[in-house]
C-alpha cells in the first residue's frame, strides 16, 4: 500500500502564503494572436485575438497588471468551485500549484498549442491543461483524472475575467438580454457590487455582447463525467475592469458537495471556447 505524503499539501500551504511569486511565464504568438499564461497558477495574464471582419485586434481577457501577486485576478481553473475543506481551500489547488510547459506542433491551418500540467507529489487528482489558439478564437481543455482508491466527487470550471472597460455595463448583453432581464431585477447590482449569481438555464453555449463593442460566443463541452450539472456563474471583483463569465460543471449553489463523480483511473474533461464573432 503506498502511503500519501503531506509534502504537496504543505507546498500548496505555503504557495497560499506567499505575498509575491515568480511571474515566469509561457507565451505564444500568433500573426493576429497572442497568449501568455504564469506558471504559479496556470493564470491567463494575456490573450488577444482579432475580429475577422474588422481585423481589429482585442484584448478579450483581464488580468490584474502585477503578474507577480500569489492570488492573482486573472482566469484560471478551478476544481473543485467555491469553497472547500480539501488541498488548497477555495477553488482548489489548481490556482496555487506549478505547472509543468509542454511544447506542442503548430496545427495544420497555423494554430498554436501550449499544454501544462499541474506539479503534484502525491497520488491525488491529476489536471492538465491544453490551449489552443487561432487568429479570433481560443480553446482551453481542462482534465482532471483520479489517482485515488475510490471514487472523486468534485465540480470543475473555467473562470474566466472578461475585460469590462471602465467597469462599464450598458450594452452588456447575454444572448440578446441585459443581467436582470436574464437572472431577475437587481441581479446586476448585486453582480457588480461582488456578489456571484448561479445561471442554471446556461445551455452550454451562449453569445455575449460587451459594451466596448465586440461579441464573443462562449460555448462548453464536457466528457467523461458521471453527472453532468452544467451552469454558469456570473460575478464581478469590484474596482476591476472585469467581469467574470464561469461555466461549471458538477456545481450546484443548494449542493454541499461536488456532483462530478469521477471513479478510479478515469477521467473528465471540461473544454471551453472563446469566439471573437464577426461585427
Excluded at 24 to 34: C, K, L, T
Excluded at 172 to 192: A, Y
Excluded at 254 to 272: N, P, V, W
Amino acid at each position: 500500500m503506498i502511503m500519501k505524503s503531506n509534502k504537496f499539501s504543505d507546498e500548496i500551504e505555503k504557495n497560499k502564503s506567499s505575498e509575491t511569486v515568480s511571474d515566469e511565464s509561457v507565451r505564444i504568438d500568433g500573426e493576429h494572436s497572442s497568449l501568455e499564461v504564469r506558471q504559479r497558477g496556470c493564470f491567463i495574464t494575456d490573450c488577444e485575438l482579432t475580429n475577422p471582419l474588422s481585423g481589429e485586434r482585442i484584448d478579450i481577457l483581464y488580468s490584474d497588471p502585477n503578474h507577480n501577486t500569489a492570488k492573482l485576478s486573472a482566469s484560471h481553473v478551478m476544481s473543485p468551485i467555491g469553497s472547500s475543506e480539501g488541498i488548497g481551500g477555495q477553488h482548489g489547488f489548481p490556482r496555487w500549484a506549478d505547472y509543468h510547459e509542454f511544447t506542442r506542433s503548430d496545427g495544420k491551418n497555423g494554430e498554436k498549442y501550449v499544454s501544462f500540467q499541474a506539479k503534484r507529489s502525491d497520488l491525488g487528482m491529476g489536471l492538465v491543461k491544453v490551449f489552443e489558439m487561432g487568429e479570433s478564437y481560443i480553446t482551453s481543455e481542462t482534465t482532471v483524472s483520479n489517482y485515488e482508491t475510490e471514487s472523486i466527487e468534485t465540480s470543475l470550471g473555467e473562470h474566466l475575467y472578461f475585460k469590462l472597460e471602465n467597469e462599464e455595463t450598458d450594452g452588456l448583453l447575454v444572448n440578446g438580454q441585459t443581467i436582470d432581464e436574464l437572472l431577475g431585477e437587481g441581479s446586476l447590482k448585486k453582480i457588480m457590487s461582488g456578489v456571484p449569481l448561479f445561471w442554471s438555464l446556461f445551455d452550454r453555449q451562449v453569445v455575449i455582447d460587451f459594451p466596448a463593442g465586440h461579441s464573443i460566443n462562449l460555448g462548453v463541452t464536457v466528457t467523461g463525467a458521471r453527472q453532468e450539472i452544467v451552469g454558469m456563474l456570473i460575478w464581478h471583483r469590484p474596482e476591476t475592469e472585469s467581469i467574470c463569465f464561469e461555466p461549471t460543471v458538477g456545481f450546484d449553489p443548494e449542493m454541499g458537495k461536488g456532483g462530478l463523480q469521477i471513479k478510479q483511473h478515469e477521467t473528465a474533461t471540461l473544454s471551453t471556447i472563446i469566439e471573437l464573432l464577426p461585427t
